[in-house]
């Protein structure tokens, strides 16, 4: 018998197109050599040209899942993905003070503020925008917006690296212990940089902008790469290298998959064993 590996949480949506979403997660998570744990917030509708709909799990289901999995398995991470409502931010804030998951509590709580899918389509409902700033933001370890999401929480329209710091320091201001800032959607940029901010110091986190339209799922990837590396104990600045290590591999892997956009590859780990 083997010991029981580290364990990470995924509260998120599913993805039944299998690029995005908790499943990316999952598949990260394993990747990683963890044990994925999962708390369904939403069903979505969804393959690779876009989402055309989706329907919300109820918040007290949301919160009995996060609730059963913390207290008999345990989790040395957790993080979120597709929250949908501002019913379900509530009850997952609730959950985690219960358990023990947030900043300054035993378990690191990365905060992924999704939005919307990358074609476009809605995953949160505007008045739940309130609920991430006030509920969850003060309660994460990490915030990981892309350029998208820092304008619409905090109103800063990212052009250049310069503005990435402006955006850090805003997102800093509504609560985390640490903000991401990933500077995939930079298109001006000829790299994709990113970068890492605690109130004082800078971190930046260099990275080659690959020429591929396949990077659905690639936030889910980092975020849950960085949640794989804090389960097993690594510190912030640690984890996050190792996200951003994890998910240049994956865009470079990156692979097409039906009509539209492709996910990024959370396989590149595994051996070229044909069997
Ligand atoms: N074309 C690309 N080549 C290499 N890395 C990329 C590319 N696009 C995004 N990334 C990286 O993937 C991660 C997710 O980036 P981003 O696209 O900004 O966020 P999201 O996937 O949430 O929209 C970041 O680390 C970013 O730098
Ligand atoms: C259920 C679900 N969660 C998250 C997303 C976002 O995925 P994507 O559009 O690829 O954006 P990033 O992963 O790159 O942030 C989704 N589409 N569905």
Redesign the pocket.
Known sequence: MSSTPPRALTIAGTDSGGGAGMHADCRTFFSCGVHATTAVTAVTVQNSLGVTGFTEIPPEVVAAQIRAVVTDIGVGAAKTGMLASAGIISAIAGACDEVGIGRGREIPFVV?P?SAS?HGDQLLHDDALDGLRGELFPRASLV??????VRLLTGIEVTSRAGMLDAAKAMYELGPQWVLI?????ASDPD???LLYDGADVVE?P??????RH?H??????ASAITSALAKGADMPEAVAF??RF??R???AAYPLGGGVGP?SNFWRLSADPI
């Open positions: 992924d999704v990358m990981t917006p892309n350029l998208d999401e990933k500077g995939g959607h930079l994709c940089m990113d986190l990275g080659p902008r690959f020429d591929t990077t799922g690639g936030g889910d990837t980092l996200g951003k998910v240049v994956a865009v470079e990024v």
